[in-house]
């Protein structure tokens, strides 16, 4: 069975930085794509960023192009996201998930068969 652990949220001001990291264990992730999604209260999950295995590929939503950055270094089965200039409308609980084999999917939620228990980012104005 695959695991993937969040790490790295916190309280930071607008207009601060975070990075969070996604420690991957007991599956071959790195044959996988690997994205970030996050759920603000009230709100459905929604796709943030994804990368594909071999980091050539990476995918980001329209309101984080730009601020967010999505790296990988599969030596480490870790997966980063940089996130610069932060607003408070990117408060959230951020989820890391691996499953798609392919870019047209790194935005599907559905696509994703593993799930991080995800942390939490709040950003004051």
């Known amino acids: 069975q695959g695991q993937l652990v969040e790490s790295g949220g916190g309280l930071v001001q607008a207009g601060g930085s975070l990075r969070l990291s996604c420690a991957a264990s007991?599956?071959?992730?790195?044959?996988?794509?690997m994205g970030w999604f996050r759920q603000a209260p009230g709100k459905e999950r929604e796709f943030v960023a994804a990368i594909s295995y071999s980091a050539g590929n990476t995918n980001y939503a329209d309101s984080v192009k730009g601020r967010f950055t999505i790296s990988r270094d599969n030596a480490k089965n870790t997966v980063y996201l940089q996130m610069n200039s932060l607003k408070p409308e990117d408060t959230a609980v951020y989820y890391c998930a691996s499953g798609p084999t392919s870019y047209s999917a790194a935005d599907d939620r559905g696509a994703y068969n593993y799930w991080g228990q995800g942390t939490q980012v709040t950003v004051s104005s």
């Open positions: 007991g599956r071959t992730f790195s044959r996988y794509y």
